[in-house]
């Protein structure tokens, strides 16, 4: 009898079961519950399953697509299976897929497992993953995009591109519409001076045999922080101070003259040589214009009223000659009411307030008639100086002290000697080029007589102040002319007694005269 309801039982349970999954004819009822004490089904569930030691087993389907129906005829939308297929490719991996379309138009979304292992990526942080099967990304050929406040911010394409600020970036790393900062700001007080913060680094390119693409010259750029508020921006270029290693500024334009990419616009190497307009500086300041005329252009603001003043230096190819500007050839500002001078720093100025040594003036012309006007001075190719103006010196009495007259001059001038000589070209071709016969005086003579106008240069070589020895002819003139006075003032005297003699001579001859010829009467 026992054995019989128990049959009953298990009837039952199978009609109710199969009117679940529809495989009789509908049932109607508020809820079903199916357990094994027969608990009333809560009255929220249309289906209440109740058991502490069995589970609910999903018809296990292999699907063939995430858009294909088949194998189930005219799937529902929420229907729920069990997939069976493994083909990531396909979209498809074992487990729960439920129909998020329509029956004709069927879409297959997996459910997501949260546990450990876990399908799912949670938001709270994730535990035992797998960095060969778990990753946050797509696995067909679409983008993956970052939103926050529903607005896009970040994407990383299907080539593998990342933009931040753009939905298509153009290289691998494309920022746009914001700064980029590389380096957290420390707060106060924080290492120890002086330090670098971080780095970018450069690598890639081709290898050779002997090295790998970095060829041992590790590229970066830093900063590098000396003091407190005292900062600078470092680019490594090279692990040795070698011409070929170089930090370079040029252009792939091809409008550039000449033609073509180029990549001598700037280049600094590491061996400490600058080029600009050349790839291959030989000089620590190497400058190269491919063209007629090479011109280099300081300006500044004249007493910070706007007004660019400028000083120049160019070369013409065409002469090989080098010409200074004061003002700018080249449609800029001419010369102000100012002087081309040069001035030198010495070590130690002397204390506070001072500072330089005003050393060679040119003075402007300024307000002067218009055009090209005169060539003031002109150093000669053989050692010549030529003025077309008057070589003077300053000798305003205001800038002078401690005078004494010069006295006795014309002897000390009468033991110069004066000669023709040729310069020495042989034994100091570096100081002189000129092989004509020259006129003039030994320094060492000189230097015994007048101590005054003979110097050394910093070889030790005597040199005369030709130009002074115009004021020992002027003090020799007028000693000499002194003795000539003198000489004047004797002879004078002289002719006056003679004149006396010849008068008693005239008086002695007339009377003889008048003696005779009483006598010859």
Not at 3 to 15: C, L, P, Y
Not at 151 to 164: E, F, K, P, Q
Not at 266 to 281: H, K, S
Not at 345 to 374: D, K, M, W
Request: net charge neutral; aromatic share 8%; proline share 4%.
């Amino acid at each position: 009898m026992k054995n019989k309801i128990m049959k009953t039982k298990g009837k039952m349970a199978a009609t109710m079961m199969a009117a679940l999954l529809g495989l009789t004819s509908p049932t109607l009822a508020q809820n079903l519950g199916i357990s094994a004490t027969g608990v009333v089904p809560d009255a929220s569930a249309g289906l209440d399953v109740n058991f502490t030691d069995r589970g609910v087993l999903i018809p296990r389907i292999a699907l063939t697509s995430t858009t294909s129906a088949g194998p189930i005829s005219n799937p529902a939308n929420s229907l729920l299976v069990y997939n069976t297929t493994n083909n990531p490719a396909a979209g498809l991996t074992p487990g729960y897929y439920y129909n998020a379309g329509t029956t004709n138009s069927p879409i297959w979304v997996r459910l997501l497992n949260g546990g450990s292992p876990s399908d799912a990526w949670l938001t709270v942080g994730n535990a035992g993953t797998n960095s060969g099967l778990n990753f946050i990304g797509t696995t067909d050929n679409r983008s993956l995009r970052f939103r926050t406040n529903n607005v896009h911010r970040m994407v990383i394409d299907s080539i593998g591109n990342a933009g931040i600020g753009t939905k298509s970036p153009t290289s691998r790393l494309h920022v746009a519409g914001g700064d980029a900062r590389i380096g957290e700001i420390n707060p106060l007080n924080t290492g120890t001076f002086p330090g670098y913060g971080r780095y970018l680094y450069f690598s890639g390119g081709p290898a050779g045999s002997s090295y790998d693409s970095d060829n041992s010259d590790v590229l970066w750029i830093a900063r590098y922080n000396v003091a407190s508020d005292q900062t600078e921006l470092r680019v490594n270029i090279g692990d040795n101070c070698v011409a070929n290693d170089a930090f370079v500024v040029g252009t792939i334009g091809s409008a550039c003259s000449p033609s073509g990419p180029r990549w001598d616009i700037l280049r600094v190497q590491a061996n400490g040589n600058v080029g600009i307009g050349t790839t291959a500086p030989a000089q620590k300041l190497d400058v190269y214009n491919n063209s007629d005329q090479a011109f280099i252009r300081v300006r500044a603001n004249l007493a910070n009223n706007g007004t660019q003043g400028y000083v120049g230096l160019m070369m013409s190819g065409s002469d090989q000659g080098w010409t200074i500007y004061q003002g700018d050839p080249d449609g800029g500002f001419g010369v102000g009411p100012r002087n081309f001078e040069i001035w030198e720093y010495p070590a130690n100025p002397g204390g506070a307030g001072q500072c330089c040594r005003r050393r060679f003036v040119i003075e402007n012309t300024f307000g002067l008639s218009t055009g090209s006007g005169p060539t003031n001075l002109i150093l000669q190719n053989n050692g010549n100086v030529c003025s077309y103006g008057s070589f003077v010196s300053c000798s305003d009495v205001r800038l002078k002290k401690d005078f004494a007259k010069l006295d006795n001059i014309l002897n000390k001038i009468l033991m110069i000697n004066t000669y023709y000589f040729h310069w020495n070209t042989s034994q100091f071709t570096e100081k002189f080029n000129d092989t004509t016969r020259q006129i003039g005086i030994k320094a060492q003579e000189i230097k015994d007589l007048f101590p005054e106008l003979v110097s050394q240069d910093n070889e030790g070589f005597y040199q005369v102040a030709y130009d002074k020895l115009s004021v020992l002819a002027i003090q020799s003139i007028k000693e000499q002319q002194q003795i000539i006075q003198e000489q004047q003032k004797i002879i004078q005297k002289q002719q006056e007694e003679i004149n006396a003699l010849n008068e008693k001579l005239d008086i002695l001859i007339n009377t003889l005269s008048a003696e005779k010829k009483v006598g010859n009467k």
